[in-house]
T-cell receptor, first 116, second 113 residues
């Protein structure tokens, strides 16, 4: 079974600085998706960024980028020029692209605080 | 922007009672999901639903749970006889296709007393 581990329960960053959130996963599959979701307090989880495992190029979305290391099974999220609105819980998630499974497997989350 | 909406935001119930958690998925989406998060633990998959039937379920989704799409807009999760350990945040999600991004609601916090 696949597992996702986020080893940092909490992180903090100064506004305008850069922060990296860590995620590792375990799978025997070769074809899968990885996601970072953001959950602001009392709001729904929204997708920040998605990476297809077959793509070697790291995904980027504006100030958000990932460092995808397939051999190491590592998928970290870098937030550049942090803003107060980035404060949230961040979840790393895995989804298989084989066998028809649609479920997301989540890590425990990292709470990000942005200090003004 | 279309959203997944969940009601109520907080549900308090007595142990042994039945509860129904409601979700309105995004209107053109065909795949629906329920996840839960017990306080301090991971978000866990419960069930996926497509074409009026369950397509996948986890070990957690036992006989006390059921899902239904009673009309063209709602997607519900019923817990027949709640237990203390059912206390959790329950998230509904929907996607346009099975491989597509899942969009989440804000969740329903269920407290079983």
């Amino acid at each position: 079974a696949q597992t996702v581990t986020q080893s940092q329960p909490e992180m903090s960053v100064q506004e305008a600085e850069t922060v990296t959130l860590s995620c590792t996963y375990d799978t025997s599959e070769s074809d899968y998706y990885l996601f970072w979701y953001k959950q602001p307090p009392s709001r729904q989880m929204i997708l920040v960024i998605r990476q297809e495992a077959y793509k070697q190029q790291n995904a980027t979305e504006n100030r958000f980028s990932v460092n995808f290391q397939k051999a190491a099974k590592s998928f970290s999220l870098k937030i550049s020029d942090s803003q107060l609105g980035d404060a949230a819980m961040y979840f790393c998630a895995y989804r298989s692209h084989q066998g028809g499974s649609e479920k997301l497997v989540f890590g425990k989350g990292t709470k990000l605080t942005v200090n003004p | 922007e279309p959203e997944v909406t969940q009601t109520p935001s907080h549900q308090v119930t007595q142990m042994g009672q039945e509860v129904i958690l409601r979700c309105v998925p995004i209107s053109n989406h065909l795949y629906f999901y329920w996840y839960r998060q017990i306080l301090g633990q991971k978000v866990e998959f419960l069930v996926s639903f497509y074409n009026n039937e369950i397509s996948e379920k986890s070990e957690i989704f036992d006989d006390q749970f059921s899902v239904e799409r009673p009309d063209g807009s709602n997607f519900t999760l019923k817990i027949r006889s709640t237990k203390l350990e059912d206390s959790a945040m329950y998230f509904c999600a929907s996607s346009e296709d099975s491989w597509d991004i899942q969009y989440f609601g804000a969740g329903t916090r269920l407290s079983v007393l």
